[in-house]
């Protein structure tokens, strides 16, 4: 059959010859059969196969050599009449067996044109007369009869000789070789045949065939399809071999759904396309896949479950459940109605029966393992679903059906428990409805719970630490319970946390469980143990606690006291062990992990937290990390830094910073030091410190130059102010540049002074037509001639000529990126904006920031589209980003966290400069 699109097409130019046909003109018709091109011209061979098929010829037999083709049908009722309207066959609206027949001898002999024969004749052998078309060299066609009596009576002889051509003498030799291309297609697509195909001699078709692995092989039938199928278990893939009159047309392939499995089906119900290689994906075709491939699945699944005994039950339970789950739902979610209309539409005959007795049967096989209710010790047994079913199926009985993911263990249930290896089946819930009550998460709770008890019951445990390794301790007493801060002399020690239940361990938290998330700092000093004992309430597992109101108040005492309870001690910690723990409590990080350590939600303690501070404002809880609109320009002033510092006691008398020149400083030295000079310098530990070290001694600097992490650099911002550490940090690192390491900073100028002038110096060329930025006045300060530079930004590259579209862009850039900016200077100094370049060699990379100047690729595509797009800040946009992406990239105090602010204000500014507003605060 082929696409009916096109020969409705090719229909529309004929003209009404009889009632219900439409005829054409000969010549006409023969040149409308060119649009029925074959993918391989060879196979005009298997269109005459297919015809034969379709007349009721039984025996076919074929010869070809080198030039020659001739092929017998021993039985083809054709006649004059066929032959005249041969041509006209492939357009008609008919379907019956001859007219088919007659489209495949029409196609079959158009195609043979492709091998540009000397002759092509077709004999009808009927009442002793021979009645031959016969085809020339040049097209020419008559028709021509002929007396000539024999033993071939009914006989149909089609016959091709190809015109002498020199190839002939290659394809000699390949005849011998059996490779001649029309050879090999009959072999290949008619090995399926029901016919008796002989080729020079030898049968090549046996029908239907299927691999001798396959299991539940059936014969099925319905009103369109014939067909064998059979499974293959351990396969991958699914092949379904189609064939249309005889012939095979396609292998369709596909993943395996229940099971892989083989398939040989004759289909008539599908349409094949214009070159009769392929069937058209319509309507019909989803009908097969979906309709008619499933339901012959089902019979050859309902022939090999039907064949298992009891001992394959055992073997393949595992697979038969998943089987019966996935059948069962198919079958449940089917109706009667919607049986009934799906045999009228796809006419499955017999096969609609295959799902619904598959689906019987399997819920006929006891499958299920199941427990009985009087006991949870009784042996399991196997049941099958329609048992079940039976059993429990009153509805004046509410029993609860459960299943649980653990086939070893049991548990008490007050009804039957089913019990699944796996998920269980999406058929239970589909049947009982809210009868089926999963209760594999109680299992586990209980399961675990026990065994957790049984490991409490066998480990004693003290309720606090031996005085003798414990010597400094602080208790806490409840109506049930203890706790203990207990603090050892050995510098060895790890932290831990204890929770002794009624004299036994529940749960020791290690110190690998008390390090803070993404850092390796551990949020409790070394030397160091947290004790609860008495009545713990416990939570469903049995192994951690299930906070009351007792043991929250005893955690709350707890942790107020703790900062005071260390305190003495300070001077006994380590440097970066002090650090730590100095920064988990400014920073708000040690309580609440304890608090989330013993199940504390911060609905309970954010309460308690803001009154501490409020009660105790000059203890340490008044320091508390401050709120996320704090002023990241603010410099504290000196009597506000030792206000903290006497908040904090004794941690600030303990030596918490290491120098760069090897000297334990304290933050009570850092105080002093900021109020007789205005200035404490510091560099990141994860830097170059020999470099750094270099550096310094070449610059001379002779301050103290503290190292810090980014524990240390938090308890600098929070004790000094951010403004006065982000403007530090800029200070030391233009003072230590490799282009300024000559010049050392003047001994008569403040630091402060520098650091105020690196926070309000105003940037050059930001100026705009439209809107002009305001710039902050510098105030000016007489400073003592010297011969040595006290510039502490970078040099300043020479201006670009504004009149140059580069000048123009530069100073649109530093514009914008002023602009975006605004006022929140730790995003972007001015020294940055000056030093600004279009001087990068590369095409590659936008931007590349170095010690001294961040350099700009003039030639990279985004930046010649902010050139040539003048006034679309969007366009500029893309290349402020960029810059500050390699700003980021090479500055460690310019983080991710900074950069994703940098992007918010840049989303503000564009949507301000459309409502005509070009600055942001």
């Not at 092509?120 to 016969?134: F, T």
């Not at 379904?240 to 089906?265: C, F, S, W």
């Not at 390794?469 to 319970?481: A, I, K, L, S, V």
Request: charged fraction near 30%; hydrophobic fraction near 40%.
């Amino acid at each position: 059959m082929a696409d009916r699109s096109h020969l409705d097409d090719l229909r529309s130019e004929g003209s009404l010859a009889a009632r219900g046909e439409f005829g054409l003109d000969r010549a006409k018709a023969r040149e409308k059969m060119q649009k029925f091109q074959l993918r391989d011209p060879h196979h005009y061979v298997l269109q005459f196969v297919q015809a034969a098929h379709l007349l009721g010829t039984s025996v076919i037999r074929v010869t070809i050599d080198a030039d020659e083709m001739e092929m017998h049908l021993n039985q083809a009722p054709l006649d004059r009449q066929d032959l005249e309207r041969l041509y006209d066959a492939p357009f008609s609206s008919r379907v019956d067996p001859k007219t088919r027949a007659l489209r495949h001898l029409a196609i079959g002999l158009t195609a043979a044109q492709a091998m540009e024969p000397a002759v092509v004749q077709l004999d009808i052998l009927r009442d002793a007369q021979r009645l031959r078309l016969e085809i020339g060299p040049n097209g020419e066609e008559f028709i021509e009869e002929a007396y000539e009596p024999g033993e071939h009576e009914g006989e149909v002889r089609i016959y091709l000789r190809e015109k002498f051509r020199a190839s002939h003498l290659v394809d000699f030799f390949r005849n011998l070789a059996g490779d001649l291309a029309e050879k090999a297609a009959l072999r290949q697509y008619c090995a399926h045949s029901s016919r008796h195909i002989y080729l020079d001699g030898e049968r090549i078709s046996f029908g239907p065939m299927l691999p001798a692995a396959v299991v539940g092989r059936v014969d099925f039938e319905t009103e369109h399809e014939r067909g064998l199928i059979g499974m293959l278990p351990d396969d991958e893939e699914t092949r379904v071999t189609i064939l249309q009159n005889g012939v095979e047309v396609v292998e369709h392939r596909m993943k395996p759904d229940l099971v892989a499995y083989r398939a040989v089906i004759e289909s008539d119900r599908l349409t094949k396309n214009l070159s009769q290689s392929a069937f058209v994906e319509d309507t019909d075709w989803k009908r097969f896949v979906e309709m008619v491939l499933p339901a012959a699945l089902y019979a050859s699944l309902y022939e090999y479950v039907s064949s298992l005994d009891e001992r394959d039950w055992d073997k393949q339970r595992q697979w038969l459940q998943t089987l019966c789950d996935a059948v069962n739902r198919k079958a449940h979610n089917v109706s009667d109605k919607h049986i009934a209309l799906r045999n009228r539409l796809y006419g499955l005959g017999s096969l609609l029966d295959a799902l619904p007795r598959l689906a019987e049967l399997l819920r006929s096989l006891p499958l299920w393992p199941v427990y009985d209710q009087r006991s949870a010790d009784a042996p399991r047994k196997y049941v099958s679903l329609n048992e079940y079913l039976h059993d429990n199926k009153a509805p004046e009985e509410f029993v609860p059906y459960t299943s649980v993911y653990y086939p070893d263990k049991s548990l008490e249930v007050t009804g039957p428990a089913l019990f699944f290896d796996g998920q269980p089946p999406a058929l239970f819930p589909l049947l009982f409805g809210a009868r089926f009550i999963d209760l594999s998460e109680e299992y586990e709770a209980a399961f675990t719970r026990q065994r957790n008890k049984t490991l409490w019951r066998e480990l004693p445990w003290p309720d606090a630490p031996a005085k003798r390794n414990y010597p400094h301790q602080r208790h806490f007493e409840g109506d049930r319970m203890r706790a203990t801060l207990a603090l050892s002399n050995e510098l060895q020690s790890s932290s831990k946390i204890w929770l002794v239940k009624e004299g036994h361990l529940l749960r020791q938290f290690d110190q690998s469980e008390l390090l803070e998330p993404f850092f390796d700092y551990a949020v409790l000093p070394r030397r160091m143990v947290i004790s609860f004992s008495g009545d713990i309430p416990v939570n469903r597992a049995f192994d951690n606690v299930q906070p009351d109101d007792e043991f929250v108040e005893l955690v709350f005492r707890l942790v107020e006291a703790l900062p005071e309870f260390l305190e003495p001690h300070a001077q006994r910690f380590a440097m970066d062990e002090l650090q730590g723990f100095v920064s988990h409590l400014l920073g708000g990080k040690l309580h609440e992990y304890l608090f989330n350590a013993f199940q504390i939600n911060a609905v309970e303690w954010l309460p308690w937290l803001r009154k501490l501070a409020f009660e105790r404002p000059d203890s340490v809880w008044a320091l508390l990390s401050p709120s996320p609109d704090k002023d990241w320009n603010a410099v504290l002033r000196p009597e506000e830094v030792e206000a903290q510092l006497a908040s904090l006691g004794d941690y600030s008398q303990a030596p918490m910073f290491e120098g760069l020149w090897g000297d334990a400083i304290t933050l009570a030295e850092l105080a002093q030091n900021y109020r007789r000079h205005g200035e404490i310098w510091f560099c990141r530990a994860s830097g170059d410190l020999d470099k750094v070290f270099e550096m310094a001694n070449e610059a001379n600097i002779d301050r103290s130059i503290v190292i810090a992490g980014k524990e240390g650099e938090f308890i600098l911002e929070r004790l000094f102010g951010p403004g006065l550490v982000y403007a530090i940090k800029r200070l030391v690192r233009h003072n230590l540049s490799p282009r300024r390491k000559e010049v050392a900073p003047a001994a008569t100028e403040s630091a402060k002074e520098l650091v105020q002038s690196l926070v309000d110096r105003p940037v050059e060329e930001t100026s705009v037509e439209k809107t002009p930025v305001e710039e902050t006045p510098v105030e000016e300060t007489p400073v003592e001639e010297t011969p040595v530079d006290q510039t502490v930004a970078p040099p300043i590259p020479p201006p670009l000529p504004d009149e140059t579209p580069e000048g123009r862009l530069l100073r649109r850039l530093r514009t914008q990126l002023t602009e975006v900016r605004g006022d929140v200077h730790y995003l972007l100094d001015d020294a940055l904006l000056h030093a600004l370049t279009l001087e990068l060699d590369d095409t590659e990379l936008i931007a590349r920031t170095g010690a001294d100047s961040v350099e700009i690729a003039p030639d990279h595509v985004v930046t010649r589209y902010a050139i040539e797009q003048r006034g679309d800040p969007v366009a500029l946009a893309f290349l402020s980003v960029s810059v500050y992406t390699s700003i980021n990239i090479h500055y460690e105090e310019i983080t991710d966290s900074h950069e994703g602010e940098f992007l918010m204000r840049m989303v503000d500014h564009l949507e301000a400069h459309l409502a005509g507003r070009t600055h942001l605060k």
